[in-house]
């Protein structure tokens, strides 16, 4: 679809804004005076659920025929996703099946589990969750609902950015700069293609964790570049091969570029998150923080805003921090 357009997010957003919650979009005294620029937070850590993913996902299900409910569906996911799209078909009485790793994080699982899907384990070094759902897929004819490669989840997902449009023309700001965090580019490609349209002078940047930089390397090469193996990171929710197909094009054209976090700095990060905004973020979703907190890119003077795309953290992780 080389014709997706913030019209597609409008449309969604109209769709189901009355199932979402309209999360937050806050500043921090402490944090501006640090980092010497305006930053201005969303918090999708407060969504149900607890991410992001539920825009994509109540969009998704939305827009599903009455056979296709009947039949239910397939989705795999880390965890947010699977949470997101638990909770979408619990809200509908669809019948729903979710593929996840073997070492998803615990509240992850069991909030799935609460959500009265039923969850199917694979081992993530050795199996491949695509195969897995699409024999799911193809033997009980359910319907694949994928976690970012795919038009309408991308449309949900770039709501956020309708509501962060929103909150800053009421305060009459223009934001120079828009870091968000980056797994397969849904979110960045749907958030990042509202805010081009209103803000056409925008500069946005993917963030990443090291290891699993694909997007950073796809958009210096202009080509999808898979990450190497051999990569390990405590951001869950992030970690991803390569660049989606159907997301790459969208970020190729809307993004300036993409900049790398590491463990080490993301659970600092975390912490100045707790400390001074008062929120519990996960690391995948407290990557673009941290590459606002570590300066990676020249934000000095600028206004900024920052996703902050999940909060979905086991407790004992949090309280090792």
Partial sequence: MSNFTYLNIEKAYQAIHQKLIKTPLVSNDYINKLLGAKIYFKLENLQKTGSFKLRGATYKVSK?????????????????????????CLEEGISAKIIMPKDAPKIK?????????QIIFYDRANESREKIGEEIASHENRTIIKPYDDYDVIAGQGTAAFEISQELNNISVIPDIYLCCCGGGGLIAGTSTYLKHKYPNILSYAAEPFGFDDTKKSLDSKRIIANESGFTSICDAIVTPQPGKMTFPINLRNLSGGVVVDDEEVKQSIKILAEHLKIVAEPGGAVAATAALTKKIDIKNKTVVVMISGGNIDLDVFCSL
């Fill in 64 to 88: 599903l025929s009455k056979e296709q409910k009947l039949k239910g569906i397939v989705a795999y996911s880390s965890g947010n996703h699977a949470q997101a799209v638990a909770y979408a």
């Fill in 109 to 117: 699982i069991e909030n799935t589990q609460k959500l009265k899907a």
